[in-house]
């Protein structure tokens, strides 16, 4: 469906009709995979985790995720229903959930996961930048697990920082210093020769000397699930990182997280998923979409589909809505509406990001009614040659087409549309921003490369028309 009305869109494109809005009949296809959002619900039944051990406070001493797990899996066994975690501090490990669980925060719970390495092991099944691998166990976690949620008005807090986590990024600047454990000893490297030479996944066991931060939330095969309305703050890695993943809702979720690599959202290799009423402020991007790195990407070969974004507000991060970089098994349909992106710190509004080392096709992006008030950069970046210093096979052009942007507003930035290709071929097609304004731009406005049928109408640099 979504490809027929493409091809209608561009015909008006053709005779000079794109600065219309994109048609409602593309819309209505968003409602269509809305629909197909399967709804978590739960028995009338609750399980306080008090009553299971858990204890507050206690000066970090003594640990409640053994009382925790132990509720989820009572819970799940009689079931399913309620985990409930009233208010209080609450110091915790890591914690597994399970079918027909809603884990509930109640307002004024605190849930706070203990920075001590040694309780994230032994390691689970996960990927850790698009590779697949055996990783520090996530601080909240399920694998194959349907029917999950976690809700309430209480907080998350992974603690994480530069004392502890963060610095293991290996940068200065995250607290890292000579002799400390950290991924640029080798971790990382060592991630991704295991992918490049194929080895077996059950052999890519990492270890805390490897120093691969966990995610905060990291669900891995999993469905009908429902993240509302928590504060999720402090995490070591990705925030809340749904991977072949189905029927996803985030909703009325904070996320306040500035460490390296902090995303806030990464769905990877996952389908029908709706995020909304969000608002992000990160270290990293505010939601990124993958599919996979490079060969491990291509091996599975699942892209993500189906995303909705609407009605979110992004502060701080290097984008706010973003496809890539790890996007090897490919994209399609992605609806972006009714959203605010606004800070010093935001550095693009749109972006895409991948290289020759990852293929894969990304297309049909919609994006409508975006209000920015400053992004660093741009507002729509696509970039064909990101991270150009890998070290991979550089045989898989990535393909970028279909991309609609329709009244989207900027106060401030340094470019309109910023667009780098390819010299030896051209691999993006079919760019279409229509009805925006880019007010207060520093460069000359848009820089565009290696790319071919773009179509700006009705678009104003500085109160000037663009003329394309």
Not at 98 to 107: A, D, I, M, R, T
Not at 232 to 245: E, G
Not at 310 to 332: A, F, L, T
Not at 440 to 450: A, R
């Amino acid at each position: 469906m979504v490809k027929k009305l493409v091809s209608v869109f561009c015909i008006c494109a053709y005779f000079g009709l794109a600065h219309a809005q994109i048609p409602q009949e593309i819309w209505k296809e968003s409602e269509q995979i809305e629909k197909q959002i399967k709804k978590t619900s739960f028995p009338d039944r609750v399980y306080n985790i008090k009553d299971f051990g858990a204890k507050e406070g206690n000066n970090g001493e003594i640990f409640c995720h053994e009382a925790i797990n132990l509720a989820i899996l009572t819970c799940s066994q009689a079931g399913g229903g309620t985990v409930l975690v009233p208010p209080g501090e609450f110091l915790t490990g890591p914690i597994t959930l399970k079918s027909n669980v809603n884990l509930h925060l109640e307002e004024g719970a605190y849930l706070k996961f203990s920075s001590e390495k040694y309780l994230y092991t032994p390691t689970v099944l996960t990927r850790w930048e698009g590779v697949d691998c055996y990783n520090l166990h996530p601080l909240i976690y399920a694998y194959g697990e349907s029917n999950i949620a976690i809700t309430g008005k209480g907080i998350i807090d992974g603690q994480a920082s530069n004392d502890n986590w963060w610095s293991m990024c290996g940068a200065p600047h995250y607290g890292w210093k000579e002799g400390m454990t950290a991924q640029k000893n080798g971790g990382r490297n060592k991630l991704l020769m295991y992918a490049k030479t194929f080895a077996p996944i059950d052999k890519r066991q990492m270890t805390f000397e490897d120093g691969l931060r966990p995610q905060l939330i990291n669900l891995y095969r999993c469905n009908t699930i429902l993240i509302e309305n928590v504060t999720l703050k402090n995490s070591p890695f990705w925030v809340i990182h749904p991977l072949f993943c189905e029927s996803l809702t985030v909703r009325g979720v904070k996320v306040s997280s500035h460490g390296p690599n902090s995303d806030g959202c990464d769905p990877e290799s996952s389908k029908n998923v709706l995020i909304e009423n969000c608002i992000f402020d990160t270290g990293d991007d505010c939601i990124a979409i993958k599919s996979g790195r490079n060969a491990d990407g291509r091996k599975w070969n699942v892209p993500s589909e189906n995303i909705i974004v609407r009605n979110c507000e992004m502060k701080d991060g290097h984008g706010g809505v973003v496809v890539g970089s790890e996007i090897s098994g490919g994209y399609k349909n992605l609806f972006v509406e009714n959203c605010k992106m606004d800070s010093p710190n935001l550095e693009r509004v749109i972006r895409i990001k991948t290289n020759n080392c990852r293929g894969g096709v990304i297309e049909n992006i919609y994006v409508r009614n975006i209000e920015v008030g400053e992004c660093r950069e741009a507002v729509l970046k696509i970039n064909l040659q990101y991270e150009n210093r890998e070290k991979c096979d550089r045989s898989f052009p990535p393909v970028v087409r279909h991309v609609y942007l329709d009244n989207v507003t900027s106060e401030k930035s340094k470019y309109g549309v910023l667009i780098t290709g390819y010299d030896d071929r051209v691999n993006i097609e079919d760019i279409h921003v229509t009805n925006s304004r880019f007010n207060n731009v520093e460069k000359k406005g848009n820089l565009i490369t290696g790319a071919k049928d773009v179509v700006l109408n009705e678009v104003y640099i500085n109160g000037n028309k663009v003329r394309k």
